[in-house]
């Protein structure tokens, strides 16, 4: 999308209508958030730049509007009656991400800017987080302190800081999740940023790190289910963990994928940003009434295969 908003654009459309503002709606996980919600009316709030990232959302007939990030707080001041809800995906998702003002500007800055927003005329609020949070933490409890091992983790861990310390004044609801290693349809605009199934699948020998790394990964669909939860359930609020509370070794994936691999030492630049373990607690999602039984690593990789990586078309 343009750096800039096409305000009068969506005055064409209907105000009363009650629609759902997606942010980062062309990325990984907001494309499939609005492929999953088709039967609502979605304004489409992201930068698509010169790349194919349009194509997440080409399929997509339930787009009412688009509205540039920059824009989104004025537009949603003008129109928040016909709002039902804000889910803000867009930030800046890449964990390696060195710019550390960036990464407060767009991820930390403009999500509490956002949410304030949203607050302001009881809109709910659902944003994401990340497992980056804990950091070399074993414990993934959402109450516990954390403390991150890169800035993209500190940005992200930032606003749940700020949103839950003013969690008192909230007129809305709010929810953060911690999502942890999501994989699955549309994130092939990613790159090295992208899932180790996306990596793996159709390749030659794939590397991994000695030691046995191991983390916890959900399928995208499962996240979006839980997403779809939270809009019927407008009185949860809070952070949740979104992981399946299952940690698998990277090799797991390879094998699934009947792909070669071999083994060599993390670079030493890594050591002291990288996760080597993660597995979400989910007692706290479950309470909630939310949880499900996810798809398992095997299930989710096949139907991620079967209809999408193996096809030319592999947009959802």
């Given at each position: 999308?343009?750096?800039?908003?096409?305000?009068?654009?969506?005055?064409?459309?209907?105000?009363?209508?009650?629609?759902?503002?997606?942010?980062?709606?062309?990325?990984?996980?907001?494309?499939?958030?609005v492929a999953d919600l088709e039967e609502k009316e979605i304004i489409?709030?992201?930068?698509?730049?010169?790349?194919?990232?349009?194509?997440?959302?080409?399929?997509?007939?339930?787009?009412?509007?688009?509205?540039?990030?920059?824009?989104?707080?004025?537009?949603?001041?003008?129109?928040?009656?016909?709002?039902?809800?804000?889910?803000?995906?867009?930030?800046?998702?890449?964990?390696?991400?060195?710019?550390?003002?960036?990464?407060?500007?767009?991820?930390?800055?403009?999500?509490?800017?956002?949410?304030?927003?949203?607050?302001?005329?009881?809109?709910?609020?659902?944003?994401?987080?990340?497992?980056?949070?804990?950091?070399?933490?074993?414990?993934?409890?959402?109450?516990?302190?954390?403390?991150?091992?890169?800035?993209?983790?500190?940005?992200?861990?930032?606003?749940?800081?700020?949103?839950?310390?003013?969690a008192e004044k909230d007129k809305s609801q709010f929810v953060g999740?911690?999502?942890?290693?999501?994989?699955?349809?549309?994130?092939?605009?990613?790159?090295?940023?992208?899932?180790?199934?996306?990596?793996?699948?159709?390749?030659?020998?794939?590397?991994?790190?000695?030691?046995?790394?191991?983390?916890?990964?959900?399928?995208?669909?499962?996240?979006?289910?839980?997403?779809?939860?939270?809009?019927?359930?407008?009185?949860?609020?809070?952070?949740?963990?979104?992981?399946?509370?299952?940690?698998?070794?990277?090799?797991?994936?390879?094998?699934?994928?009947?792909?070669?691999?071999?083994?060599?030492?993390?670079?030493?630049?890594?050591?002291?940003?990288?996760?080597?373990?993660?597995?979400?607690?989910?007692?706290?999602?479950?309470?909630?009434?939310?949880?499900?039984?996810?798809?398992?690593?095997?299930?989710?990789?096949k139907d991620y295969v079967d209809n999408y990586l193996s096809r030319?078309?592999?947009?959802?």
């Amino acid at each position: 999308m343009p750096r800039h908003a096409e305000q009068e654009h969506n005055k064409d459309f209907d105000e009363n209508r009650q629609m759902i503002v997606v942010t980062g709606a062309a990325g990984f996980i907001g494309s499939n958030i609005v492929a999953d919600l088709e039967e609502k009316e979605i304004i489409v709030s992201d930068w698509l730049g010169n790349g194919n990232k349009w194509r997440n959302l080409v399929k997509r007939k339930n787009i009412r509007g688009l509205v540039s990030p920059e824009c989104l707080l004025d537009y949603i001041d003008t129109t928040h009656n016909s709002i039902t809800a804000v889910i803000h995906m867009g930030a800046i998702s890449s964990t390696a991400e060195a710019d550390v003002d960036k990464l407060l500007e767009w991820n930390t800055a403009y999500s509490v800017n956002l949410w304030k927003c949203c607050n302001r005329y009881g809109i709910p609020f659902i944003y994401a987080s990340s497992a980056a949070i804990y950091g070399a933490s074993l414990n993934f409890n959402e109450d516990q302190d954390s403390v991150p091992l890169n800035p993209y983790g500190w940005s992200k861990n930032l606003v749940d800081q700020a949103i839950l310390t003013a969690a008192e004044k909230d007129k809305s609801q709010f929810v953060g999740l911690r999502f942890f290693n999501v994989y699955g349809p549309n994130e092939y605009h990613k790159g090295s940023q992208g899932s180790m199934v996306f990596q793996a699948y159709g390749k030659g020998p794939i590397g991994l790190f000695n030691g046995d790394p191991q983390r916890d990964f959900i399928y995208v669909k499962d996240c979006c289910r839980i997403i779809r939860g939270l809009l019927n359930n407008p009185g949860i609020s809070g952070i949740f963990n979104i992981g399946t509370g299952i940690a698998r070794p990277f090799d797991d994936i390879a094998i699934i994928l009947g792909t070669d691999m071999y083994f060599f030492d993390m670079p030493e630049k890594m050591r002291s940003q990288y996760q080597n373990f993660t597995k979400a607690d989910t007692k706290k999602i479950e309470a909630a009434g939310l949880w499900f039984k996810p798809t398992s690593l095997e299930k989710g990789i096949k139907d991620y295969v079967d209809n999408y990586l193996s096809r030319k078309d592999q947009y959802r």
